[in-house]
């Protein structure tokens, strides 16, 4: 019997046939790449790859052959990455970008009409000002609310939590980014620190019930399970701190940042609260237009893919050939759908690269519900 070391050494004998076959396969596509870009001919040709791939797999015994599709799937995305340095690749959200970019790009601006979700003292406005140095805030009861404000004209921006480094994702807003027509221009995070704040007088042997947006009482739902109290959900974290300090109940606490809980006049008794130490929160800043602004190095589309094995696969490994790092995955159901999903990533990438550029011009052409949310850069 063979032993494991000599097993070893033929593998890597094999592998440094492979290598070499690889690197003929690689010069070809490059003169394949050139050919289609004097001809203005697509890069992927998914009857061809199908071809191949069946061809291939029959000369194979059958227990390997759905490896074999794995195999030359993989390769044929590093082909097409390869050729697409040689091929522009052409489609309606390239062009958009195209047109963008011509131009120099300008700095993101110091000031702006914001609308924001919820009541003076929301993170949401400490974050529009952390953006925005001279802004001019407008806040609206929901999240729909400032989708609303945007894309009728009322605010030029619009300002939204996005996820949660320890409650997760604002669904809820994910939910309405298919509903409207809005670009992301850029995203901020901001640390998240919720005291336990009530009226003057009140105690924490005092509280019986703690009132706030749902995510705190989700970032700080290990200290209210010591606390042992009622829980109630309201729109935002300022409209609770403004509820206790209107009702004047000792009983009732909120959770809020101490920034709420001072503007609101109330006893903060017990500081930073939160499960994490270190708890942050993504807002994005939205413009009805498409606007890419000096420093941009993070991308967000959204699009729909196959209810078939493999369709997420697919998508992730085109990123994986351009080298480009994916920071964010979401899916969502699409109403009225048979388990149908719309999907969002968020990767880093400069627009300004034309590589990047073909790629998303590869994703908008293989799908009819492609979206490019926008290009712009997170502020820490």
Same mark, same amino acid.
């Given at each position: 019997?063979?032993?494991?070391?000599?097993?070893?050494?033929?593998?890597?004998?094999?592998?440094?046939?492979?290598?070499?076959?690889?690197?003929?396969?690689?010069?070809?596509?490059?003169?394949?790449?050139?050919?289609?870009?004097?001809?203005?001919?697509?890069?992927?040709?998914?009857?061809?790859?199908?071809?191949?791939?069946?061809?291939?797999?029959?000369?194979?015994?059958?227990?390997?052959?759905?490896?074999?599709?794995?195999?030359?799937?993989?390769?044929?995305?590093?082909?097409?990455?390869?050729?697409?340095?040689?091929?522009?690749? +052409?489609?309606? #959200? *390239?062009? !958009?970008?195209? &047109?963008?970019?011509?131009?120099?790009?300008?700095?993101?601006?110091? =000031? /702006?009409?914001?609308?924001?979700?919820?009541?003076?003292?929301?993170?949401?406005?400490?974050?529009?000002?952390?953006?925005?140095?001279?802004?001019?805030?407008?806040?609206?009861?929901?999240?729909?609310?400032?989708?609303?404000?945007?894309?009728?004209?009322?605010?030029?921006?619009?300002?939204?939590?996005?996820?949660?480094?320890?409650?997760?994702?604002?669904?809820?807003?994910?939910?309405?980014?298919?509903?409207?027509?809005?670009?992301?221009?850029?995203?901020?995070?901001?640390?998240?620190?919720?005291?336990?704040?009530?009226?003057?007088?009140?105690?924490?042997?005092?509280?019986?019930?703690?009132?706030?947006?749902?995510?705190?009482?989700?970032?700080?739902?290990?200290?209210?399970? +010591?606390?042992? #109290? *009622?829980? !109630?959900?309201? &729109?935002?974290?300022?409209?609770?701190?403004?509820?206790?300090?209107? =009702? /004047?109940?000792?009983?009732?606490?909120?959770?809020?940042?101490?920034?709420?809980?001072?503007?609101?006049?109330?006893?903060?008794?017990?500081?930073?609260?939160?499960?994490?130490?270190?708890?942050?929160?993504?807002?994005?800043?939205?413009?009805?237009?498409?606007?890419?602004?000096?420093?941009?190095?993070?991308?967000?589309?959204?699009?729909?893919?196959?209810?078939?094995?493999?369709?997420?696969?697919?998508?992730?490994?085109?990123?994986?050939?351009?080298?480009?790092?994916?920071?964010?995955?979401?899916?969502?159901?699409?109403?009225?759908?048979?388990?149908?999903?719309?999907?969002?990533?968020?990767?880093?990438?400069?627009?300004?690269?034309?590589?990047?550029?073909?790629?998303?011009?590869?994703?908008?052409?293989?799908?009819?519900?492609?979206?490019?949310?926008?290009?712009?850069?997170?502020?820490?």
């Amino acid at each position: 019997m063979k032993d494991l070391i000599e097993i070893r050494t033929k593998i890597d004998s094999i592998d440094d046939q492979i290598i070499e076959l690889y690197k003929e396969r690689m010069a070809l596509s490059k003169e394949v790449g050139l050919i289609k870009a004097e001809t203005q001919k697509a890069v992927t040709d998914g009857t061809r790859e199908k071809e191949i791939v069946y061809r291939l797999s029959q000369k194979c015994p059958e227990d390997i052959r759905i490896y074999v599709k794995e195999l030359y799937e993989a390769i044929f995305y590093s082909s097409k990455a390869y050729q697409s340095k040689f091929v522009e690749v +052409k489609s309606p #959200v *390239k062009e !958009e970008l195209d &047109e963008i970019i011509k131009n120099p790009l300008v700095d993101f601006p110091v =000031d /702006g009409t914001v609308a924001c979700q919820g009541v003076l003292g929301a993170n949401s406005g400490r974050a529009a000002e952390k953006l925005f140095p001279i802004s001019d805030v407008t806040y609206f009861k929901t999240f729909e609310g400032v989708f609303n404000a945007v894309e009728k004209g009322l605010c030029e921006y619009g300002v939204l939590p996005i996820e949660n480094s320890t409650a997760g994702s604002v669904l809820e807003v994910y939910d309405l980014m298919k509903k409207y027509d809005f670009h992301i221009v850029k995203s901020v995070r901001l640390q998240i620190d919720h005291c336990l704040a009530g009226v003057s007088g009140a105690d924490i042997k005092d509280i019986k019930t703690v009132i706030s947006h749902q995510q705190a009482l989700s970032q700080c739902n290990e200290y209210l399970k +010591k606390l042992g #109290v *009622k829980t !109630e959900a309201v &729109e935002n974290t300022a409209v609770g701190a403004k509820k206790v300090m209107e =009702d /004047g109940d000792k009983s009732v606490a909120v959770l809020c940042s101490k920034e709420c809980a001072t503007a609101y006049g109330l006893k903060i008794i017990e500081p930073r609260v939160q499960n994490a130490e270190k708890n942050f929160t993504r807002f994005i800043c939205i413009a009805k237009d498409m606007r890419i602004y000096k420093g941009a190095d993070k991308i967000s589309i959204m699009t729909s893919l196959p209810h078939t094995p493999g369709s997420l696969n697919k998508i992730v490994s085109r990123f994986y050939a351009f080298g480009l790092n994916l920071t964010k995955i979401e899916s969502r159901p699409i109403e009225g759908s048979d388990f149908e999903f719309n999907f969002y990533f968020d990767f880093e990438g400069d627009v300004l690269d034309p590589q990047v550029r073909n790629l998303l011009a590869e994703l908008d052409n293989g799908s009819d519900k492609f979206v490019l949310l926008g290009a712009y850069k997170e502020s820490l």
